[in-house]
């Protein structure tokens, strides 16, 4: 499922920020991005997603900022800086220069100073990065949350008008059979005349053709998985697999129901239910 959250811990002029994104993914795929001097902290964070992220790309950055006074110290590069110097004054010697060295002339030379961050312990880094980490995956949490209680609105909303198709089709199967019967009766006159009907034998046609087009059994089934689905939701943790599965299921018994159907009413309907388990599928991509 999408969504995004942001952690920050600050210590003693220490601050670290957090980020973690998700995007869809059948999987559960971890990426970071972190300074190189960190990266003792990468398997413990992956391990802290892991705990919580069943599925999903996940993308994880951190900056580290120290703001504190003693955060940097520069030292002058003692050896360097006379060799320097003394280079300078060889140079206007030499070339007749005029010798008038002032500190403005070294400071644009960066190897001049000795730049050094102070050392930060190992632990203090790792307790202020899960601390923030942690926030970060529950404002994640909440964001997707939300979403997934807008999408489980959304996939119901589309299993109950589900449901009122499959209604639908309850209710126009068993007159399929009286019209089909019908039918057969008026084929039977048309080609007998006046001769009676066999009233047996156009029972046996009537019986055989409705046991051919019946399709309680998979409408049946069908209400059983829907059933399933407001279970699945109402238990919580993750549900997107198992909801993959029953939609797979759901497909395979309108299909059925499709390949059963000798009436145009019923075709319709089957087109309008796999319309909507199609719109199903799509948004339980998004849900973990």
Request: glycine share 4%; charged share 35%; with cysteine.
């Given at each position: 499922?999408?969504?995004f ?32 001097a960190?990266?003792?902290?990468d ?33 002058v ?137 019946a ?22 943790g ?33 087109v309008?239910i ?6 199903i ?8």
């Amino acid at each position: 499922m999408t969504g995004f959250g942001k952690g920050k811990a600050s210590e003693n002029g220490i601050d670290i920020t957090v980020e973690i994104k998700t995007v869809n993914h059948k999987f559960f795929e971890y990426q970071s991005r972190m300074p190189r001097a960190y990266q003792f902290l990468d398997e413990k964070l992956k391990s802290v997603c892991m705990e919580k992220l069943s599925r999903g790309k996940t993308e994880l950055g951190v900056i580290i900022d120290d703001t504190s006074e003693d955060a940097l110290s520069l030292t002058v590069n003692e050896a360097y800086t006379k060799a320097y110097i003394d280079g300078l004054h060889k140079l206007a010697k030499e070339y007749k220069l005029k010798d008038d060295i002032k500190a403005s002339s070294l400071v644009g030379n960066n190897d001049i100073f000795i730049t050094k961050r102070r050392d930060i312990p190992e632990d203090v880094i790792e307790r202020l990065a899960l601390s923030a980490a942690n926030e970060a995956l529950q404002n994640l949490y909440d964001m997707r949350a939300r979403e997934g209680e807008r999408l489980k609105a959304d996939v119901l909303s589309r299993a109950e008008y589900i449901l009122s198709l499959v209604e639908k089709i309850e209710a126009r199967s068993p007159e399929t059979v009286k019209e089909y019967e019908q039918k057969l009766k008026e084929k039977i006159q048309e080609l007998l005349g006046d001769n009676t009907v066999d009233e047996q034998r156009l029972l046996t046609e009537t019986a055989i053709f409705a046991d051919k087009v019946a399709v309680a059994e998979e409408t049946v089934r069908l209400r059983s998985h829907i059933k399933a689905m407001h279970e699945l939701f109402e238990t919580g943790g993750p549900v997107g697999r198992k909801l993959d599965f029953l939609i797979q299921e759901m497909n395979r018994e309108t299909n059925t129901i499709g390949s059963k159907a000798q009436d145009i009413t019923i075709a319709h309907t089957v087109v309008d239910i796999k319309s909507e388990i199609e719109k199903i599928r799509e948004q339980i991509q998004n849900i973990e």
